[in-house]
């Protein structure tokens, strides 16, 4: 099998051997995008579903904050753009000057964009015209949060001040990512701060499922709490793309009732991952984009790309298809390069948490709070555009996911230390991973090709 594969910015064509079963993490069914996506959110919003048409549920004097998902999201067309436009006429018809909304980036403890880079998703005129009326999330200023208390399971709620003191919030969601996005997450993770988000936040907790996802229980239960507590509504839009830049479907309404319609759509455009396949694999081959959700406006480190993407994103058909203990070949160049702005606390975290446990558990334990509150990075995720401290620490979590790898090979990066550094062992081809893996597993080991998705937009500085 002669296959071309994703090598960082780059493709690589490697041979491998007679037998090697394709698997594909990709999406099985690829919806086709609508032909116009203005009329989509028109009939979305005036079809709202488990809620009343927006123009019940304001009167000309309402307070509306208007939240959208930030740059992590990978939506990279106008949906957010339109869909706020439409939402403003709406608005206007009803009563409602542009004077009394709000717009909000729901930035979480993501770092917050530069308004010349939230132009490109809203449009530079909204962004001109809301002024000090647009603004990113913080979640580190106590003037603008409100804690709620804690669910009956014991979670604390702390939101956005807007979202509990105004008459209404919708919230634009840009894209649903399997089961991972959407729902309660994008307000009780976007629009919330660590005091909440370390709940769910967790080597355990974070779960892509679509069905039964453990962490969007968690959520649910936070979303009941919210609503209980706040004086206005939240009315919600999701998005299912067909692309990065297309739109397929789109539901407008309750929280509760946008996710249940777009978890439908999304069951049937992905395989179980338990159903890959009907064999169990000893080695899993893949390569890994020079790509991050995290690295919009800026470029990936080795965190992102060993562990974040390498063993988190990626990683998600070797737990499925591959036996406990079965060894992952990684191939990418992993450079070793760090943007200091951006991912402030990230070197910090590779040099002196990394170099001491590679135990995902201790790192949570021991690491996260210390980070959480860490003046130094706190002041550069309020005021110098960087991930909050805490981001780096959880970016280590898909380190779990080593209770079920007995071993990482990595082909082709440039600097072997970055590569044993977490413990993985670096190969400068794939023959001599192979080989190697043939020494931990007998000559006549399984070996499984994982086809990954590849983004082909990416947000450069």
Not at 192 to 219: A, C, E, F, Q, V
Not at 269 to 283: E, G, I, M, T
Not at 302 to 307: G, K, N, R
């Amino acid at each position: 099998m002669i296959i071309k594969i994703p090598y960082g910015a780059d493709f690589m064509q490697i041979e491998l051997p007679e037998g090697t079963e394709k698997i594909s993490n990709t999406q099985a069914v690829r919806p086709e995008p609508v032909k116009d996506l203005q009329s989509t959110v028109r009939s979305a919003l005036s079809a709202p579903l488990g809620s009343a048409p927006l123009p019940e549920l304001v009167h000309p004097s309402s307070r509306v904050v208007i939240a959208f998902d930030d740059l992590t999201v990978s939506s990279y067309g106008p949906v957010r753009e339109i869909v706020i436009k439409e939402i403003l006429d709406v608005l206007k018809r009803a009563g409602v000057g542009q004077e009394n909304v709000t717009l909000i980036c729901a930035n979480a403890l993501h770092r917050k964009f530069r308004l010349e880079e939230l132009s490109t998703v809203i449009g530079g005129d909204l962004v001109k015209a809301f002024g000090p009326r647009l603004m990113c999330h913080d979640a580190e200023d106590p003037d603008a949060l409100v804690y709620l208390g804690k669910t009956p399971g014991g979670y604390d709620v702390e939101i956005n001040r807007l979202v509990a003191e105004n008459d209404l919030t919708i919230y634009v969601n840009a894209e649903h990512n399997r089961g991972f996005s959407g729902g309660w997450k994008s307000v009780c993770v976007g629009l919330s701060t660590y005091r909440s988000i370390r709940h769910h936040h967790t080597p355990d907790g974070m779960s892509m499922s679509i069905k039964n996802n453990r962490m969007h229980k968690m959520l649910d239960e936070m979303g009941e709490l919210v609503e209980s507590k706040i004086r206005g509504r939240i009315f919600k839009i999701d998005t299912i793309l067909a692309n990065p830049l297309e739109v397929a479907r789109m539901f407008a309404g309750s929280v509760w009732e946008t996710r249940r319609k777009a978890l439908e759509v999304q069951a049937g455009l992905f395989s179980d991952r338990r159903a890959l396949s009907s064999q169990k694999f000893d080695v899993l081959l893949y390569g890994i984009p020079d790509w991050s959700p995290y690295a919009a406006f800026s470029f990936t480190n080795p965190l992102l790309t060993l562990i974040s993407s390498g063993l988190g994103y990626l990683a998600g058909a070797v737990q499925a298809v591959g036996r406990p203990g079965c060894s992952v070949i990684m191939i990418t160049p992993c450079p070793n390069r760090w943007d200091s702005v951006h991912h402030a606390s990230y070197p910090d975290v590779w040099e002196n948490v990394l170099s001491k446990t590679l135990d995902p558990d201790e790192i949570h334990t021991k690491y996260a709070e210390q980070f959480a509150t860490n003046p130094g990075y706190i002041e550069k995720y309020r005021r110098a555009y960087a991930f909050h401290p805490v981001h780096a620490i959880m970016a280590a979590y898909p380190l779990k996911r080593m209770e079920h790898i007995g071993r990482v090979f990595v082909v082709g990066a440039m600097d072997h230390e970055v590569v044993r550094h977490v413990g993985f062992t670096p190969a400068k081809d794939v023959e001599e991973a192979l080989r190697l893996a043939g020494e931990a597993h007998g000559g006549d080991f399984r070996l499984a090709y994982v086809e990954q998705p590849v983004p082909y937009v990416k947000l450069t500085m």
